[in-house]
């Protein structure tokens, strides 16, 4: 199992924005804000994928940032994003080590081992390097569903219920930025900023 720690994240109360940096700078924002009497619900989110996080807000300012340190110090990220790690620590000690090669099975067809094989370098560099280049072919296609999706989480969470939100979400996986910009001019300013900083990345041209 491991843990995805945000290298950065933003806080909102209500729909002011609160704080945004790093997460102990955050915790530590949200905590003083948790305390104050009367306030409106408070939602954190990474900042690159805009999944939620939750700081264990008990006792003083110290204690959350000391529980904050200590989950980190243990690898679990206290406000990390867990994910399968499908490699067991078997499967990852096999190979080269220096290369990090790792040993997989690959079921091929006759005629697909004949041209690998026949490659300069043999099947496996073949491989290697048909791997590389879908890798950088999809890469910006890669860049934008990753943006639509961090802009589409934080949306939905924040501005589902504003003016013109399903057609800021169409527009949003139309790639266009001019009738994005325009549904969502009329949403609470730190809201709308934030919306239109994630989606940036997801309006462009794509090869």
């Not at 909102?12 to 915790?27: C, K, P, S, Y």
């Not at 409106?40 to 996080?53: C, N, W």
């Not at 989950?71 to 078997?90: C, H, I, K, L, V």
């Amino acid at each position: 199992m491991t843990f995805h720690t945000p290298s950065s994240c933003t806080a909102f109360e209500g729909v002011r924005r609160i704080a945004t940096g790093t997460l102990r700078d955050v915790a530590a924002a949200v905590k003083r804000a948790h305390d104050r009497a009367g306030g409106e619900p408070i939602l954190v989110f990474d900042d690159a994928t805009s999944r939620p996080i939750e700081f264990d807000l008990r006792g003083g300012v110290d204690d959350v940032l000391a529980r904050l340190a200590d989950a980190g110090a243990n690898g679990a990220g206290a406000a990390g994003t867990a994910g399968q790690d499908d490699e067991p620590a078997a499967a990852r000690s096999r190979g080269r080590p220096k290369l990090g090669v790792v040993a997989r099975e690959v079921t091929l067809l006759p005629r697909h081992w004949e041209w690998l094989n026949a490659q300069p370098g043999g099947a496996s560099v073949a491989l290697r390097k048909l791997v590389d280049a879908a890798r950088l072919a999809g890469a910006d296609k890669q860049r934008v569903r990753l943006a639509q999706e961090a802009a589409y989480r934080f949306m939905t969470a924040m501005g589902g219920n504003l003016p013109d939100y399903e057609e800021a979400t169409r527009a949003l996986y139309a790639n266009d930025r001019a009738r994005f910009e325009r549904m969502i001019a009329g949403w609470p300013g730190d809201i709308r900023e934030h919306a239109a900083r994630l989606a940036a990345a997801a309006f462009c041209e794509v090869t």
